[in-house]
C-alpha cells in the first residue's frame, strides 16, 4: 500500500514553504512520526512526519522548490528497507532529483554513523557546508541536537580538537594554493530576513540614540544571588532578564515605544511582548517572550534558555516567533562594541545591548573604573519622538544602574 505524504498545516497566514531538506532517501526505512524532510517557512524549520512506519518511496519535488500547504511531495510505501528498496528505484529519475555536490559528498560518512540515534546521520545545510569546510568525517561526531542530530557547534568544537595535519613536502607548500568558490542558494529564511531588513528601512524613519549604563549594580547583584537563585529556581540569573525588566518600565512610561503603525491608525498595547534575537544556524530569529510585564525574573531567564536551546535544535515553532511589540538585540554576546540595531516590523523600536568593558570614568570628581556597556535604542520616528525615545532609554539606564527601580517600579 502507498501512502501519500503532503506539506502539513504551516501556521497562521502561511500558505507555502520551500523543502529545505529530504532527510530520508527512497528504499530507506522510516519509522511512524519519524521526519522525512525539513520545511522553510519564512520564520522557522518545520520538519514533515512520516505518517506511519515503512520504506521512503518516491520524492515528487527537489530541495529548494517552493511548495503549498496540501500539496503531495512525497509517498511511503510497505514493508521493510531491503524489500522495498527495488520499488522506490523503479520512480522516475524525475522524482528523485540528485542530492546537490556537498550532499553526496556528506550523505557516505554520515551514514556510516552507528551511534544508535537515527537523528544523528540528518545534516541541515549549515552543518553540511561546516562538515566540508573544516573536514570533519560526521561519524566521528556525537550529535548534541533533538535526537541526537548534529549541530553547527558540534562541528565546530570537533574542529577545534581536531588533529593538526602533518607537515607537507616543501615542493607542495610552494605550490599556489587553490582558489574557490561556492555559490549556495539563499534559504527562505535569510530571503525573508533581508526582505525584513530591507523593509524597515525603506518604509520607517529610522533613528538611533546611544546611552552607557554603569553594570556595577547588576553584577554585584548577580553575583550575590546567582546561587541561591539557580538553587530556588533551577535557572541561571542573567543580564537579559534584568534588561527585560527595565524596558518594561520604559515601554509603560513612554506607551509610542510599545506600539506600531497600521495604516493611518497607532496601535497602542496594554501588555508587554518582548521579542528576543537569537542566533540560530540558519540566521536570526526572534522567539518572543509574552507578557514580560507579568513575569519575574525566573520567568523571563526559563524563557529565554527555552527558546535559546530551540534554536540551536531547530525546533522553535510559529507559535514562538508570533507576536512582540519590542525587540532586545544582544550584540555583546559576539563582542560588539556599538551598533545601530534594525527595528523588527511592525514594531517601532529595538534596544541594542553591547559588551561590557572596564573604562574610565568619573564619580563624585573623581576617575575610577567601571564596568560599563554602551546601549542603543533605535526606533521608527515617524511614531516616537526624539525626546521620547532618550527618555525611555535613560530610563532603562537608570534602572539598571540602581535595581531597586525595578522593585518599586520607579
Not at 520504506?55 to 515528487?60: E, K, P, S, Y
Not at 529519475?93 to 540528485?98: E, F, G, L, V
Request: glycine share 8%; with cysteine.
Amino acid at each position: 500500500m502507498t501512502t501519500e505524504v503532503k506539506v502539513p498545516v504551516l501556521g497562521e497566514s502561511v500558505a507555502e514553504a520551500t523543502i529545505g531538506q529530504w532527510l530520508k532517501q527512497p528504499g530507506e526505512a522510516v519509522a511512524a512520526d519519524e521526519p522525512i524532510a525539513s520545511l522553510e517557512t519564512d520564520k522557522v524549520a518545520i520538519d514533515v512526519m512520516a505518517p506511519h512506519a515503512g520504506v521512503m518511496g518516491q520524492q515528487l519535488v527537489a530541495e529548494g522548490d517552493t511548495v503549498v500547504v496540501g500539496a503531495l511531495i512525497a509517498t511511503i510505501e510497505e514493508g521493510t528497507g531491503a524489500a522495498a528498496a527495488p520499488k522506490a528505484a523503479a520512480a522516475p529519475a524525475a522524482a528523485a532529483p540528485a542530492p546537490a555536490p556537498a550532499a553526496a559528498a556528506v550523505a557516505p560518512a554520515a551514514a556510516a554513523s552507528d551511534e544508535g540515534s537515527a537523528g544523528s546521520s540528518v545534516l541541515s545545510p549549515a552543518v553540511r557546508r561546516a562538515v566540508l569546510e573544516h573536514g570533519i568525517d560526521p561519524a566521528t561526531i556525537k550529535g548534541t541536537g533533538k535526537d541526537g542530530r548534529i549541530t553547527k557547534d558540534d562541528v565546530l568544537e570537533a574542529a577545534k580538537n581536531k588533529p593538526a595535519s602533518a607537515p607537507v613536502a616543501a615542493s607542495a607548500a610552494a605550490a599556489p594554493a587553490a582558489r574557490n568558490e561556492e555559490r549556495v542558494k539563499m534559504t527562505r529564511l535569510r530571503q525573508t530576513i533581508a526582505k525584513r531588513l530591507k523593509s524597515a528601512q525603506d518604509n520607517a524613519a529610522l533613528l538611533t540614540t546611544f546611552n552607557d549604563v554603569d553594570m556595577s549594580a547588576v553584577i554585584e547583584a548577580r553575583e550575590k544571588y546567582k546561587d541561591v537563585f539557580q538553587k530556588k529556581h533551577g535557572i541561571k540569573l542573567g543580564f537579559m532578564s534584568f534588561f527585560a525588566k527595565a524596558s518594561v518600565l520604559a515601554l509603560k512610561d513612554i506607551p509610542a515605544v510599545n506600539a506600531q503603525i497600521d495604516g493611518d491608525q497607532i496601535v497602542y498595547h496594554d501588555y508587554v511582548d518582548i521579542s528576543i534575537a537569537v542566533s540560530a544556524p540558519n540566521g536570526l530569529v526572534v522567539p518572543v517572550v509574552k507578557d514580560c510585564d507579568k513575569l519575574g525574573f525566573a520567568g523571563i531567564e526559563k524563557a529565554i534558555a527555552n527558546f535559546g536551546k530551540k534554536a540551536k535544535e531547530g525546533t522553535l515553532t510559529m507559535a514562538d516567533m508570533a507576536g512582540g511589540t519590542f525587540t532586545i538585540s544582544n550584540g555583546g554576546v559576539f563582542g560588539g562594541l556599538m551598533s545601530t540595531p534594525i527595528i523588527n516590523p511592525p514594531q517601532s523600536a529595538v534596544l541594542g545591548l553591547h559588551r561590557i568593558e572596564d573604562r574610565a570614568v568619573v564619580r563624585n570628581g573623581e576617575i575610577v573604573i567601571r564596568p560599563m556597556m554602551y546601549i542603543a535604542l533605535s526606533y521608527d520616528h515617524r511614531l516616537i519622538d526624539g525626546r521620547e525615545a532618550v527618555t525611555a532609554l535613560k530610563t532603562i539606564k537608570e534602572a539598571i544602574e540602581d535595581p531597586t527601580r525595578l522593585l518599586i517600579d520607579l
